[in-house]
Nanobody
């Protein structure tokens, strides 16, 4: 059974940093695109960042570019999201997602779409206070 489990969320002041992690189990995802999405109360789930199977390409939403960094450790089946210079508008539940199929580098349009991903974690809350 495939599972994605996020951890590392919490409460931080504006301007601070936080790192969230995603542990994958049940199969290896070293050849699959992994992504982070977030959902604030009353809003649609939105794309945050994605990383291709080799880590050779990373993609970011404009709202987090330059502040967030996605990375992965294929040996550990882990994906990370380092978040710096956090803002109150970054407050949301953060979800890890994995594509089931090997696609190489699908490009920004694909990796930013929820439809690409077959597996989702349960989410971890990130709250940024002003």
């Amino acid at each position: 059974q495939v599972q994605l489990v996020e951890s590392g969320g919490g409460l931080v002041q504006a301007g601070g940093s936080l790192s969230v992690s995603c542990a994958a189990s049940g199969r290896t995802f070293r050849r699959n695109t992994m992504g982070w999405f977030r959902q604030a109360p009353g809003k649609e789930r939105e794309f945050v960042a994605a990383i291709t199977w080799s880590g050779g390409s990373t993609y970011y939403a404009d709202s987090v570019k330059g502040r967030f960094t996605i990375s992965r450790d294929n040996a550990k089946n882990m994906v990370y999201l380092q978040m710096n210079s956090l803002k109150p508008e970054d407050t949301a539940v953060y979800y890890c997602a994995a594509d089931r199929i090997f696609r190489g580098d699908p490009g920004l349009l694909s990796v930013s779409s929820r439809e690409l991903y077959d597996y989702w974690g349960q989410g971890t809350q990130v709250t940024v206070s002003s």
